[in-house]
């Protein structure tokens, strides 16, 4: 909210002059077309379950690393990309 208020009290515009994004892909996010990071839980979460069952089945748990990569959503906020795109 900060960086948004600053770019328009300086009388620019967000998107167009500026570039203004959050973290957590949340649906308030999505309604005012703010550009976000997403860390992508639900991954995350069935990565876990999946790992949980695997250590269960094998009676261990294993030691794989994995990465599970953000992802930017952008929207109207960040300018070059369009409703929707990701990048």
């Given at each position: 909210?900060?960086?948004a208020r600053a770019l328009g009290e300086a009388g620019r515009a967000i998107g167009r002059d500026g570039s203004v994004s959050g973290y957590?892909?949340?649906p308030l996010a999505e309604a005012l077309g703010l550009g976000s990071i997403?860390?992508?839980l639900d991954d995350l979460g069935d990565l876990i379950m999946s790992t949980i069952v695997e250590g269960m089945r094998r009676g261990k748990m294993p030691m794989d690393s994995h990465v599970i990569k953000p992802q930017l959503v952008g929207r109207a906020s960040c300018g070059r990309f369009r409703k929707g795109q990701t990048g």
């Open positions: 909210a900060g960086a957590g892909n949340t997403d860390p992508r």
